[in-house]
T-cell receptor, first 115, second 111 residues
């Protein structure tokens, strides 16, 4: 079992569909992240959860809705997306201790195409 | 103003040479620094982390941190064609959960 697993790996959806991305980490970490990676742009932080509490929401449109039921699982619910939302969505986890962040580990990513 | 900056490249080096990748960042307190390698179509893979000034070596890779000058670099010795990828620099600041990434430098190692 790899450290951070994401499903599905590829997703094609229409603008009116509702879908969800799933992430699970097996590293015993206490923080989980969603990043968006578009062509020619740096990785964009979307959401951060620490101990299941959302600590960051980087001005992400409400058509993206995160859910973190426990420290090992993270979801990204998608609805009414736009074609410009097509990107690679990366889940990551780290261990936050003593005020410092440890190393960040990524899943394989979910490649999303919005038609 | 960007917080983490990298030259987008491509940086081309011949096989067996040393590749030098640089990253600058805005000044904050107690930063942590990370280098990732990302192959086309794949997710970023952690190469090294560095937390204090100086050099840190791991195999063919050496990370160098200079907090006074606000830069961190990655040296790859004996570069191989398989090292051809985009290298991402990331910075995290004490007391935050954020990791901010640069745009990455594309490295090409020519056989």
């Amino acid at each position: 079992e790899t450290g951070v697993t994401q499903t599905p790996r590829h997703l094609v959806m229409g603008m009116t569909n509702k879908k969800s991305l799933k992430c699970e980490q097996h590293l015993g970490h206490n923080a989980m992240y969603w990043y968006k990676q578009s062509a020619k742009k740096p990785l964009e932080l979307m959401f951060v959860y620490n101990f299941k509490e959302q600590t960051e929401n980087n001005s992400v449109p409400s058509r993206f809705s995160p859910e973190c039921p426990n420290s090992s699982h993270l979801f990204l619910h998608l609805h009414t997306l736009q074609p410009e939302d097509s990107a690679l969505y990366l889940c990551a986890s780290s261990h936050f201790k003593g005020g410092n962040t440890g190393e960040l580990f990524f899943g394989e990513g979910s490649r999303l195409t919005v038609l | 103003q960007k917080e983490v900056e990298q030259n987008s490249g491509p940086l081309s080096v011949p096989e067996g040479a040393i590749a030098s990748l640089n990253c600058t960042y805005s000044d904050r307190v107690s930063q942590s620094f990370f280098w990732y390698r990302q192959y086309s179509g794949k997710s970023p893979e952690l190469i090294m982390s560095i937390y204090s000034n100086g050099d840190k070596e791991d195999g063919r890779f050496t990370a160098q941190l200079n907090k006074a000058s606000q830069y961190v670099s990655l040296l790859i010795r004996d570069s191989q064609p398989s090292d051809s990828a985009t290298y991402l620099c990331a910075v995290s600041w004490s007391g935050t959960y954020k990791y901010i990434f640069g745009t990455g430098t594309r490295l090409k190692v020519l056989a």
